[in-house]
RNA sequence: GGCCGAUUCGUCUAACGGUUAGGACAUCAGAUUCUCAAUCUGGCAAUAAGAGUUCGAUUCUCUUAUCGGCUACCA
């Protein structure tokens, strides 16, 4: 059925009904992805056919989260396009004839039904342990335009009732589809019901209508979408061919799983499982507001690569992609069928290796204003260097100004655990005479330094593991962190023996 | 309840009828280091259950179980 010379086109179609979440970003770099390995176009169309849910400032948000990501849109609300306008609630008098036109062909029809006439079936129906279903079996016998005469129909539509268009299921065929990513599926339309296709509360299209007109019209080759829509395929397919339109190839991703307990991640879920499920920090118009990855530290090369795994493998061994690496390697064949709840351990892991990958400058330029926050005045060369001295040791930016901060500051205090094992009186006085040796040292090459260092300490016959902590201690505040002569060169001869200086005053001779 | 989908180490996953069922994160040891990390080495750890088909099933079929989705004038 598709037509593989026609140019790859596939859309990211969230609705602005709030924050988008990862798994919404998952959707839309599996499209971009394949939009940029197909040579396709990705656009991005924003749903607000549910004016009840409509959030003001979603859609600004996903815009932002993509470009946070790294996702560029070919056409969009943002950007515009050959086929504008992108937005659905600007595309309002497209979808009524639609809708009008299935109902002439005898592919959908009027119906009148209130919604508390409706309420009443349900709960009659659930009194007698059934399940109501607007379908075939009903449609006939309520008041809809199948039921009532022309005259009937249009003298109601005249006068202002409230009316919905449905669509008019097979009553019984077998609808068969075929998903890139689940093969072959086949359901009766027994089972599906006459779906709403036009509302009259808000006068626009479902989403189902909405959805195969607009990907009709925009040209869209490919849908890949979540799972939770593959109950709806049917529904797709059948209005495509009654429409008599070329259809698109579907691919319906596995959801991703709330971290703990059950059920698919949801945008409710906002960070109370200790990490992000958005990318950049929300704030919902009722006042609340929820972390993002990136307010969290995480680098948007490191969130990708870690969304990208998350239901997709290449097969390979390989774990750290860049965004050119994935378009190149993605294939929607090789994304898995089942849900997947992420791990937040291996996010860490990711953004530990991309923090390790990144430019010094880059981190110097990203972790400026924490040094600032804390008061701590430094060239972005300066902090690169010291950047440069730790950073395979950080997993987060902040981590980095943690870690270097004092190469910048004298410690403030002195680790109570470090002193009590180390500041002893023999190691104090040993710490004088390393005091003198280093004073007369020069110091320029780390490397040169420690060897002399702990030539002199062994011909001594000192303990090395006692005294080097011991001048850690006085330098640097606590027995862990970066070589201790890196620090000392980076800091200066003057300052190191300064901090000795001081921390022999404040913490005394030792016991 | 009905319909649909899924099911490999704790987690993400590889193995498209033949492997000692592989990797990564986490975890636990050891090595290394001036310390803490990092790093390196090694360990623990899985085919949901039961029937078939087959010389042979993680892989194909069926049943059961479990999980998930949908079942709105929401998307």
Not at 287 to 309: D, Q, T, V, W
């Amino acid at each position: 059925m598709a037509d593989n010379n026609r140019k790859v086109r596939v859309r990211f179609a969230p609705s602005p009904t709030g924050a988008l979440h990862i798994g919404g970003v998952r959707t839309a770099l599996y499209n971009y992805l394949f939009a940029r390995q197909h040579g396709g176009d990705f656009i991005l169309r924003i749903e607000d056919t549910d004016s009840q849910r409509f959030v003001p400032g979603a859609e600004n948000y996903i815009i932002e989260s993509l470009k946070w990501c790294g996702i560029h849109t070919d056409e969009g609300v943002e950007q515009g396009g050959p086929h504008a306008p992108y937005r659905q609630s600007e595309r309002k008098e497209i979808y009524l004839q639609y809708a009008k036109q299935l109902v002439q062909s005898g592919n959908a029809y009027y119906a009148f039904d209130t919604a508390e006439q409706l309420d009443a079936l349900r709960k009659q129906a659930e009194a007698e342990g059934k399940t109501f279903a607007y379908d075939h079996t009903v449609r006939r016998q309520l008041q809809t335009s199948l039921a009532l005469t022309q005259q009937e129909v249009d003298e109601r539509i005249a006068r202002g009732d409230n009316w919905v268009i449905r669509f008019m299921m097979p009553e019984d065929e077998d609808v068969q589809m075929d998903d890139i990513i689940r093969g072959h599926i086949v359901i009766n339309t027994k089972t599906l019901d006459d779906k709403v296709l036009y509302k009259s509360a808000d006068q626009l299209p479902t989403y189902h209508l909405a959805n195969i007109v607009d990907d009709h019209l925009m040209e869209i080759t490919h849908v890949i979408r979540g799972e939770e829509w593959l109950p709806s395929l049917p529904l797709h397919y059948l209005l495509y061919r009654a429409f008599g339109w070329q259809r698109p190839e579907f691919a319906h991703l596995p959801l991703l799983l709330k971290p703990q307990g059950q059920g698919k991640l949801s945008k409710r879920d906002g960070d109370k499982f200790g990490f992000p499920v958005f990318p950049l920090q929300w704030d919902a118009p009722d006042g609340s507001s929820a972390m993002g990855y990136r307010e969290s530290g995480y680098l948007p090369e490191a969130f990708i690569n870690m969304l990208a795994l998350l239901g997709w493998n290449p097969g390979t061994e390989q774990e750290i992609f860049s965004m050119d690496e994935l378009i190149n390697a993605f294939s929607l064949d090789k994304v898995s069928k089942s849900g997947a709840r992420f791990n937040p351990d291996k996010a860490k892991w990711f953004n530990a290796q991309y923090i390790r990958m990144a430019d010094d400058q880059r981190l110097a330029q990203l972790v400026q204003p924490i040094y600032a926050q804390r008061g701590i005045s430094v060239t972005i060369d300066r902090a690169a260097q010291a950047i440069a001295l730790i950073k395979e040791r950080a997993t987060f930016p902040v981590d980095l100004v943690d870690l270097t901060q004092k190469l910048f500051v004298r410690p403030a205090d002195y680790d109570e655990k470090s002193v009590a094992k180390f500041w002893k009186a023999d190691n104090v006085a040993r710490l004088a005479e390393l005091r003198q040796l280093l004073e007369a040292d020069s110091i320029t090459d780390p490397a040169a330094a420690e060897a002399r260092v702990h030539e002199w300490i062994k011909s001594k016959d000192y303990s090395m593991g006692q005294l080097m902590n011991t001048l850690r201690i006085a330098i640097w505040g606590v027995s862990q962190g970066p070589s201790i002569f890196h620090i000392i060169s980076f800091i200066g001869k003057e300052e190191a023996l300064a901090r000795i200086d001081v921390a022999a005053a404040s913490l005394g001779q030792g016991a």
